[in-house]
């Protein structure tokens, strides 16, 4: 009997090891899994998967940036759950924090393969520069030089290639605030510019008949004023009133946003308001070269209906963003003292 227990305890060993090994792997393979590489990341990283990459590959480069912990349980994951997965080409934003299964759902919409791009009413060209930039879709300026470059006048009705065409910048104004998705992979600066045109045209072609004895041009430059200098409907539509009566008798716009336009740090100086530059409506009659900013729908309406008032005066309060409206200079003075 002795001899028999002495024979069997290498065979139970043997025995537990081999459960253990097989428990253990699937253990760390559950782990792989569920937890993420790191759960308390925060930042996107964008992940670009090429044209015919394949799982293991897309695995291997995965678990390289640290996205997941094991590229072989990646594989083993979508062997057993997702035989038929196909991945997207693309750029998709991943956070180390995602478990496997939310990079699978995320790498294999076609939805989520394109980037996103949010142009904010008020917006300059300059900004949306920046931002594709930040993206990693361009480098800095192609944009601009893309909007520089601009040829399809002839598309696009409601361009004044005229007036546009002489300013720096020619499509400020007209580059539509909205949501726009882009091609990640073979992302050029036109197709966001012709997205963007054909959203304006779009909008435009519900209000443009409204237009009566005033160019696009005028408009659209109003429109990006009123965009820039004073916020909510109808207080847009009472300052519409005041530039507009402002122009008709003569007065100087007197808007610092047109100003604030050619200044990188977006501070006005004493000096700023002896500029000789035409953008200076402080200093020179008439409305500026071209659009200030790319103005919303609401703000265009304003410009084509403004609303008549008593009153030639306005400012933004410090504090509440509130417009305080004045008659006279007197009264605007001590509005100034009051609420600047």
Known sequence: MKRKNKSTKPLILIAI?????PLTVFAKY???????ADPSAESVIYFQIEKGTSIKNVGQKLEEEGIIKSSRSFRIYIKRNEPDLSIMAGRFPLKKSMTVTEIIKTISKPSKANDSITIQ????????DKRLEEMDLISSGEFKTAVRNFENWDKYKFLDKSHLSKLDLPLEGYIYPDTYFLDPIDFHPNELIEKALKNFEKKFA?????????SYHEIITMASIIETEVFGKEDRKIVSGILWKRLQNNWRLDADATLLYIKNDRVITASDLQSDSPYNTRKFHGLPPGPIAN???????????????EYWFYLNATQTGETIFAKTNEEHNINRARHL
């Open 17 to 21: 090891i081999l459960i253990a090994i």
């Open 295 to 309: 103005p919303s729908l609401e703000s265009i309406e304003a410009a084509i209906n403004p609303i008549e008032s």
């Open 30 to 36: 559950q782990r792989d899994i569920r937890i993420p």
């Open 121 to 128: 009413e008020g917006l300059l060209i300059s900004d949306i």
């Open 206 to 214: 519900s209000v443009k008949d409204q237009i009566k004895d005033l």
